[in-house]
T-cell receptor, first 113, second 113 residues
Framework: KQEVTQIPAALSVPEGENLVLNCSFT??????LQWFRQDPGKGLTSLLL?????REQTSGRLNASLDKSSGRSTLYIAASQPGDSATYLC????????????FGDGTTLTVKP | DAGVTQSPTHLIKTRGQQVTLRCSPK?????VSWYQQALGQGPQFIFQ???????QRGNFPDRFSGHQFPNYSSELNVNALLLGDSALYLC????????????FGQGTRLTVV
């Protein structure tokens, strides 16, 4: 059974700081990993999708990496802004249950002005 | 493109009642997945529909059922509501296949009293 863990559960940083969010998963046989952003009480916004054959993906100030062998992914946010404050979730799609994504419980980020 | 739309946005029901939630997928998407998200936790997979059939199911009781229509829209039905069913219900759509990006709606907040 796939398990996804995100550490830390909460993070508070001053504006302008670069930061890294962590995601680990127990079963390395995955098809892809997706990072999402969730604002309070809202749905999920897709940030980056990394296929199992890829090592990283970049979009603007965001960079996500994937190391399948160690069961880890990181989301790097450069030059953080107060508007980045949200909960960040990672989801892993495995090859034993095609179509099902397993989520972590998220990291809640607060960027202070 | 309206993206994934869910209705209603909020709902209050009494224990023992039945509820139906609706989802319209992103234009061109043919696969719909439903998730339940309790406060402070990551989304939990309920089931997935493709070609009007339930393709996968998570660890949820038979009180949770669904349907997909020929236009790919979907419904989630929950019978005999329990207080513990109070959660944010999220719908995700994607293309058929495995390595595809999932897009989520804004969710339906269900409160059972």
């Amino acid at each position: 059974k796939q398990e996804v863990t995100q550490i830390p559960a909460a993070l508070s940083v001053p504006e302008g700081e670069n930061l890294v969010l962590n995601c680990s998963f127990t079963d390395s046989a995955i098809y892809n990993l997706q990072w999402f952003r969730q604002d309070p009480g809202k749905g999920l916004t897709s940030l980056l999708l990394i296929q199992s054959s890829q090592r990283e993906q970049t979009s603007g100030r965001l960079n996500a990496s994937l190391d399948k062998s160690s069961g880890r992914s990181t989301l790097y946010i450069a030059a953080s802004q107060p508007g980045d404050s949200a909960t960040y979730l990672c989801a892993v799609k495995g090859n034993t249950n095609a179509g099902k994504s397993t989520f972590g419980d998220g990291t809640t980020l607060t960027v202070k002005p | 493109d309206a993206g994934v739309t869910q209705s209603p946005t909020h709902l209050i029901k009494t224990r023992g009642q039945q509820v139906t939630l609706r989802c319209s997928p992103k234009s061109g998407h043919d696969t719909v997945s439903w998730y339940q998200q309790a406060l402070g936790q990551g989304p939990q997979f309920i089931f997935q529909y493709y070609e009007e059939e339930e393709r996968q199911r998570g660890n949820f009781p038979d009180r949770f059922s669904g349907h997909q229509f020929p236009n790919y829209s979907s419904e989630l039905n929950v019978n005999a509501l329990l207080l513990g069913d109070s959660a944010l219900y999220l719908c995700a759509s994607s293309w058929a296949g495995i390595n595809t990006e999932a897009f989520f709606g804004q969710g339906t907040r269900l409160t059972v009293v």
